[in-house]
């Protein structure tokens, strides 16, 4: 089984609807990641969690929230979807860096393919 | 400018090619060093990592930093079919341990 889940895998809605992506992990990881992955634009962190009481916006939170129900899980919520937020979205987990000669390596799910008409 | 720059391609190489690929970067404080892969309809995968200078070799793949020009470099020898993908640099300093991504390098080796 695959170590970083995400569902669904695609998903297409409507502008303005409510969407919610689901992250879990097996790796027992305290940090959690979701990034946007578009075009010519590489991979852009939307919001990362150290722990459990941990949230932190990254580069482009704009229109985006998250939750983190435990350590296993963290879910993105796109409150009013548009087409701009088209995109492909990732989860990752890493371990803290420095944690036995780690440098924070990213262990990523298989995406979420979201497309808002 | 973003901090981290690298040319999305498409890079085209003939099996058996010689690929470099390459990022450069403006933040003197990174220090970690990271080469991701990326198949298609996959999520990024660690390829290679470097600390601080210097070359780091793992089979047909070669990394290289140079700081002092803030540029970083990985090299595929011996290119297969296999190796078409993209190729994402990456980058933290110490304390943070956040990368900062490149754009990604798609890499198409043909038979």
């Known amino acids: 089984d695959a170590d970083v889940t995400q569902t669904p895998r695609n998903r297409i809605t409507k502008t303005g609807k409510r969407i919610m992506l689901e992250c879990s992990q097996t790796?027992?990881?305290?940090?959690m990641y979701w990034y946007r992955q578009d075009p010519g634009l590489g991979l852009r962190l939307i919001y990362y969690s150290f722990d459990v009481k941990d949230i932190n916006k990254g580069e482009i939170s704009d229109g985006y929230s998250v939750s983190r129900q435990a350590q296993a899980k963290f879910s993105l919520s796109l409150e009013s979807a548009i087409p701009n937020q088209t995109a492909l979205y990732f989860c990752a987990t890493s371990v803290p860096g420095s944690t036995s000669g780690s440098v924070g390596e990213q262990f990523f799910g298989p995406g979420t393919r979201l497309t808002v008409l | 400018q973003k901090e981290v720059e690298q040319d999305p391609g498409p890079l085209s190489v003939p099996e058996g090619a010689i690929v470099s690929l390459n990022c450069t970067y403006s933040?003197?404080?990174?220090?970690?060093f990271m080469w991701y892969r990326q198949y298609s309809r996959k999520g990024p995968e660690l390829l290679m990592y470097?600390?601080?200078?210097g070359n780091k070799e793992d089979g047909r793949f070669t990394a290289q930093v140079d700081k002092s020009s803030k540029y970083i470099s990985l090299f595929i020898r011996d290119s297969q079919p296999s190796d078409s993908a993209t190729y994402l640099c990456a980058m933290t300093s110490r304390g943070s341990y956040i990368p900062t991504f490149g754009r990604g390098t798609s890499l198409i080796v043909h038979p």
């Open positions: 933040n003197s404080a990174f220090q970690y």
């Open positions: 470097t600390y601080s200078s």
């Open positions: 790796k027992g990881h305290d940090r």
